[in-house]
């Protein structure tokens, strides 16, 4: 599977891919957590807008920003973060393209309870 996300405007964060999905951001910065098909964990989106730019990446625990200290995800996902890239609806994003190679996977708003 794979999905891109950014900020779109100042209030809605975007899903294109094959999740496709439009999120509400009004009055927060949302984190969204990533689900393998086995319903475990995988890692955590922060999201945050700040002077006019939203700041989109994974982070592991859900207070750091170090994807390569997980040696699963540095081997089974590929993310790509572009700082400020273009995109066809926002050019003041940081873009984050997540590939699963084929794993299924899911994105909630909220963190489901073990």
């Excluded at 950014?6 to 294109?16: H, N, R, T, V």
């Excluded at 200290?69 to 609806?89: C, E, F, P, T, V």
Aim: contains cysteine; glycine residues 6%; aromatic residues 12%.
């Amino acid at each position: 599977m794979k999905i891109t996300i950014y900020g779109a405007s100042d209030d809605l964060i975007e899903i294109e891919g094959d999740i496709e999905d439009e999120i509400d951001c009004y009055g927060r910065s949302p984190k969204l957590y990533i689900y393998n098909e086995n319903n475990i964990l995988e890692f955590c989106i922060k999201t945050s807008f700040k002077s006019g730019f939203w700041e989109v990446y994974p982070i592991l625990d859900e207070k750091s920003f170090d994807c390569e200290a997980n040696n699963r995800l540095s081997k089974d996902w590929k993310i790509d973060i572009q700082m400020g890239g273009y995109h066809k609806h926002n050019n003041n994003s940081m873009i984050l393209s997540i590939d699963s190679f084929g794993d299924s996977f899911t994105i909630t708003k909220r963190r489901k309870k073990k």
